[in-house]
């Protein structure tokens, strides 16, 4: 959508989208819908395998400001781009029509029409704190906040525990990215205050407290500023060696291979790579259920080691990181984090850490040195608890 160094715009993000609205179209909008950016506690690579994630909510967020238009044609401004896009029925009538950031909008309104719904025209303008290309989901956030928008717009009966799939589908089948459905869930599902338990498989959720300002703790989420290197390839090729050594043992998914059952898997399958893939996955999932089992009784603190255990496996097993990763996660934890990881797809992105609370400038200073050490680019801090904003 636009270069992620670009500072964002100043102001309210829900101003800052009436505010558009009216300056573009001339007139003030119907209403204005939001979604958030996520950050994924644990559980990364999981949900394509049928597996457990345990996502919050950030708060950060996209605002829509939207009003229908007639004539089955949709115009989408945001502030993020320079160029406006514009398309109607044709270009909605298959998937890969519509390109660039305009395809998140059109893919949308083609999930929608293709799942039956009658979609009305519409005028939308697009503001956002959800920083593009660091892994926050904010492509989720721009799906969910535009199907928000039209939903309500249509009077289109759509229950929230049914967004997450058809938002999916408008990045699968007509963005293209063969992603899961983790971070449509977590923008959708998440509450305040909770981080969201998602069986992937069955869509159950729970929602788990993670009071962190009682606990006197915060979430250092690391902006690593790392170049996203080949990351959409990388993502679907791990996904495809997944699902290979999934037909291999014979399960459905490698959801379906318990962590007591990992070894006798892993003696079944002849390369080392597809080893390594499946213990990530595997152990994983179990990572993330004990996460949740320390969160319910809970104990924050004690989360720390399954977090960098977590990262370790992304690192060495499912080979996503890349050297401002693992370095942020180094210095957090020399800094005194209790545990720090990649969250988000990987190959770039950012690594969220587990710290007290008046800790957090101590964790970020020690990041920052260690990057200038090797010549990195200077990161970017967001200081977090789990929080959303359903609507502006
Ligand atoms: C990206 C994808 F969009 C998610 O579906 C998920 O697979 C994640 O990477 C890795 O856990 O955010």
């Known amino acids: 959508m636009t270069d ?23 007139e003030p909008p119907a209403g204005r819908w939001a979604a958030p950016g996520r950050a994924n506690l ?49 270009e909605v009538a298959a998937p890969g029509r519509v390109a660039g950031w305009g395809a998140y909008v059109a893919g949308v309104v083609w999930a929608l029409r293709d799942a039956g719904h009658d979609v009305p025209g519409a005028r939308l303008a697009i503001a956002s704190d959800v920083p593009v290309g660091s892994g926050l989901s904010s492509s989720a956030a721009l799906e969910a906040a535009v199907l928000a928008a039209l939903v309500d717009l249509g009077g289109v009966d759509l229950p929230a ?91 459905a998914a490698l959801r379906d291979v318990p962590a007591a059952g990992l070894d006798e898997a892993l003696a079944l399958l002849d390369d080392d790579e597809t080893r390594r893939r499946v213990r990530h996955v595997v152990t994983e999932n179990q990572r993330v259920l004990d996460t949740v089992e320390l969160l319910r009784a809970g104990r924050i603190r004690d989360i720390g080691p399954l977090l960098t255990a977590s990262h ?40 969220l850490a587990l710290v007290d609370a008046d800790r957090a400038d101590a964790a970020s200073a020690a990041v920052t040195t260690a990057y200038a050490a090797r010549d990195f680019p200077a990161p970017n801090f967001h200081l977090t608890t789990p929080n959303t904003h359903p609507r502006p």
């Open 4 to 26: 992620p160094a670009r500072p964002g715009p100043a102001g309210d993000v829900a101003d800052r989208a009436a505010a558009g609205f009216r300056h573009r179209y001339g």
């Open 42 to 90: 644990i559980g990364e690579h999981t949900d394509y395998n049928d597996g457990f994630v345990l996502p919050f909510a950030l708060p950060l967020r996209t605002v829509v400001a939207a009003a229908r238009q007639d004539g089955g044609r949709w115009t989408a401004w945001s502030e993020l781009s320079d160029s406006p896009v514009e398309f109607g029925v044709d």
């Open 161 to 251: 525990e049914r967004r997450p799939r058809l938002a999916q589908r408008a990045e699968n089948a007509y963005v293209g990215a063969p992603t899961g459905i983790m971070d449509q869930s977590a923008v959708i599902r998440c509450r305040p205050g909770h981080a969201l338990f998602l069986d992937c498989r069955t869509e159950s959720v729970e929602h788990i407290p993670f009071d962190l300002a009682t606990a006197g703790l915060a979430v250092l989420v690391v902006d690593s500023r790392a170049p996203h290197r080949h990351a959409g390839g990388e993502y679907a090729s791990r996904r495809a060696s997944c699902e290979r050594a999934a037909k291999l043992l014979g399960v």
């Open 312 to 351: 370790a496996s992304m690192r060495d097993d499912f080979e996503i990181t890349v050297p401002e990763i693992d370095t942020a996660v180094e210095a957090a934890l020399a800094a005194g984090a209790y545990g720090a990881r990649m969250t988000g797809g990987g190959f770039g992105g950012c690594v």
